[in-house]
């Protein structure tokens, strides 16, 4: 497949209803306008981007049995067009990847407490499961950490492994991604285990440094994980909170992401309804430093996306039916409110092309 030439200005929302939504921002004043709709059957909840650009492929959050989707983006307008469909080998996919060679989709199974590998054929569809792992562990919070939760899972930057975020099980297990062998293997020496009841969600790689940050939903924290790429071994430096010292409400971690020049860490906190801002050292141990926290104007921000040029900060308020546009300085990172709202139902997930 030959590289696409979408437009960088469009963009991709997951959502809580049957449809993807196709939306274009204006990079000079940061204005979304919604463009499109496909339906994509139900709660096409998590989106992820083939690296040729050619290809999105969708999780569909159901129980007990979930799916994930693959669709043709066109490449004149971006509109997608379904190619297939198939099983995620477990109750409620919440995430996909796909790895850096576009050879295979990885999903985490969240009810189902797994991880799976399918193959993707070379016009971009989905090939069956090859590899399902099951996770075992459980934390100390009975609500949420009764059986195992796997929450993300991507590939590391030398696509050698793989890493898988549990919040049940308060571990981040480590993989050996087999593209030969279209299997996931568990290296058990190589996993971090998380302070108790901490709950990691997502994932992000610094750019640079060996290092993984993990937003742990359940304690409100982000921690700092050296990554040896050698070994395939995880083990922890530290965290500190996403939110404002003293305050004590309810509140969710969900998303992460690190800037490209890997001076800055995002963090989306629901219940606080903010982003939190740090800043990483640029030593080898990437100490973080907590910036800034400012509100997303919206209830619920769930997944988070710079856009290319690096300007602009766009959030998904799930409950408040919106998407949300902040200005980013590109020194600092800090982030500045706008007036670019767009209104749609339930996002949760957002991608450009």
């Known amino acids: 497949?030959?590289?696409?030439?979408?437009?960088?200005?469009?963009?991709?929302?997951?959502?809580?209803?049957?449809?993807?939504?196709?939306?274009?921002?204006?990079?000079?004043?940061?204005?979304?306008?919604?463009?499109?709709?496909?339906?994509?059957?139900?709660?096409?909840?998590?989106?992820?981007?083939?690296?040729?650009?050619?290809?999105?492929?969708?999780?569909?959050?159901?129980?007990?049995?979930?799916?994930?989707?693959?669709?043709?983006?066109?490449?004149?307008?971006?509109?997608?067009?379904?190619?297939?469909?198939?099983?995620?080998?477990?109750?409620?996919?919440?995430?996909?990847?796909?790895?850096?060679?576009?050879?295979?989709?990885?999903?985490?199974?969240?009810?189902?407490?797994?991880?799976?590998?399918?193959?993707?054929?070379?016009?971009?569809a989905l090939a069956p499961t090859t590899s399902v792992v099951q996770h075992t562990g459980k934390g100390p919070n009975a609500e949420r950490q009764e059986a195992p939760h796997a929450h993300c899972i991507l590939p590391d930057p030398s696509n050698r492994f793989a890493l898988a975020a549990d919040l049940g099980a308060d571990r981040v297990f480590v993989y050996r991604l087999d593209l030969e062998g279209r299997s996931l293997r568990h290296i058990e020496e190589g996993d971090a285990v998380m302070r108790p009841g901490a709950g990691p969600r997502h994932l992000a790689f610094h750019p640079t440094l060996p290092l993984v940050f993990v937003a742990n939903e359940l304690d409100s924290t982000v921690a700092t994980l050296r990554f040896d790429s050698t070994r395939g071994a995880l083990s922890l430096l530290d965290a500190h909170p996403t939110v404002p010292a003293g305050w004590t409400g309810r509140n969710y971690p969900a998303d992460i992401h690190v800037a490209a020049s890997g001076r800055t860490l995002y963090v989306s906190n629901r219940g606080h309804n903010s982003i939190a801002v740090f800043s990483v050292a640029e030593t080898t141990g990437g100490a973080l430093a907590l910036e800034q926290v400012i509100s997303t104007a919206g209830d619920w921000p769930r997944n988070f996306s710079l856009d290319p040029s690096g300007r602009w900060l766009l959030v998904a308020n799930q409950r408040s039916d919106s998407v949300a546009v902040f200005g980013r300085d590109p020194d600092t990172g800090r982030l500045s409110t706008t007036p670019q709202r767009l209104a749609l139902p339930s996002p949760v997930c957002l991608r450009f092309a």
Do not use: K
């Open 1 to 124: 497949m030959t590289e696409a030439r979408t437009d960088p200005d469009l963009l991709y929302v997951g959502t809580y209803t049957e449809n993807i939504y196709l939306v274009r921002m204006d990079r000079r004043s940061g204005e979304l306008v919604r463009v499109g709709a496909v339906n994509a059957g139900a709660n096409p909840s998590f989106l992820s981007i083939h690296p040729n650009g050619r290809v999105l492929y969708a999780v569909n959050e159901l129980e007990p049995t979930g799916a994930v989707s693959a669709f043709a983006i066109e490449r004149a307008t971006g509109a997608l067009t379904r190619i297939n469909e198939e099983p995620s080998g477990g109750g409620a996919p919440c995430y996909v990847s796909v790895d850096l060679t576009g050879r295979a989709a990885l999903v985490a199974n969240y009810a189902g407490g797994s991880v799976a590998l399918l193959p993707i054929e070379t016009n971009g």
